[in-house]
């Protein structure tokens, strides 16, 4: 089973800086892709970027150019740095960990964006 925590939320103003840390336990081995999703308040839950275990990266055309996910296989660690924020980025910021068995999910962090 893999926990995943998440870390690094908060407040910013629109057009500053953030940087997720999401860092897995227990069978981290088995994990193939990391990622980030969010949920903005009164919405659905929208994927954000993923990194594969080569480093291979996607990310959702609302964030591409802004946002930058990287990856510590080694602290089987995910980040996510993003830069150039808007108030539409608000919302809770989950962390994703996809394996054989399933996707696995954190319990989410905050980020809110004031204009």
């Known amino acids: 089973q893999v926990q995943l925590v998440e870390s690094g939320g908060g407040l910013v103003q629109a057009g500053g800086s953030l940087r997720l840390s999401c860092a897995a336990s227990?069978?981290?081995?088995?994990?193939?892709?990391m990622g980030w999703s969010r949920q903005a308040p009164g919405k659905q839950r929208e994927w954000v970027a993923t990194?594969?275990?080569?480093?291979?990266?996607n990310y959702a055309g609302s964030v591409k150019g802004r946002f930058t996910i990287s990856r510590d296989n080694a602290k089987d660690t995910v980040y996510l740095q993003m830069n150039s924020l808007k108030p539409e980025d608000t919302g809770v910021y989950y962390c994703?960990?996809?394996?054989?068995?399933?996707?696995?999910w954190g319990q989410g962090t905050q980020v809110t964006v004031s204009s």
């Open positions: 994703t960990a996809n394996r054989p068995l399933g996707t696995a």
């Open positions: 990194i594969t275990r080569g480093g291979t990266t």
């Open positions: 227990g069978s981290g081995s088995s994990i193939t892709a």
